[in-house]
């Protein structure tokens, strides 16, 4: 099935794993992933994921820093969840073809997916967006409950990039959201949230977050914007 993606998506992929086509573009890593439903074997979906390659190592155990495309379901259901998409495909019997529906989501969707994400800077956006981005009928998945932690990446992703400008947006959202209770637990602040992202983080990717992890103190002193 991976050969038949190839095809439709007409970019070459710079390895094919099973069920995974790599794509590399500067210092982005994006794979697309075929993927069969643990429950119902017949049935399968498809996704793309972009991460920053320098922090891929380090970063693995939290899933990198990156974010997912999700594309449209071919019943035309709802967009953009908080909840990951089910698969929805039919899984082809022996050598048969890949169905219509398949064919005409992997080539009006694919491409788009696997260029949703610029660069690292813009990698950095998408991750401090306040809800999901929609680019040429696809999105990325970024729900609410997901943000002190995307925050938290975007600040690494910037000291990692010496991106000044990407530090400066995420540090004056956590100045504006750090006092607001996080999704579903009004005794835990943003900002407790961020710092204790920022330790296991720092922990993992040995870049300094320490400013962050003090954000936990009843008196927070906040990051400077540089």
Known sequence: MADQFVELLGTAPVSVDGGKLTFVQGTLHTTLSIWKDRYNRSAFGWMVYTDHTALRDQMDGFGGVGIRIDH???SGG?????IPPAACYPWPAGSAPLASEVTAS???YGPASLRFVRDSHDLGLLLLADTHAHRDGVWSFTPSNSEPARLAQAILLARQC???DLERAAVAKLRNRGEEPV?????????????DWSRQYAKASGIDLSDLAKLKRK????????
């Open 72 to 74: 449209p379901s071919p």
């Open 78 to 82: 709802p967009g953009p969840s908080d």
């Open 106 to 108: 992997v080539t009006r």
């Open 162 to 164: 010496g991106d000044q």
């Open 183 to 195: 999704v579903r637990r009004p005794d835990y602040l943003f900002r407790q949230a961020v710092a």
């Open 219 to 226: 008196r927070p002193q906040y990051p400077e914007i540089p």
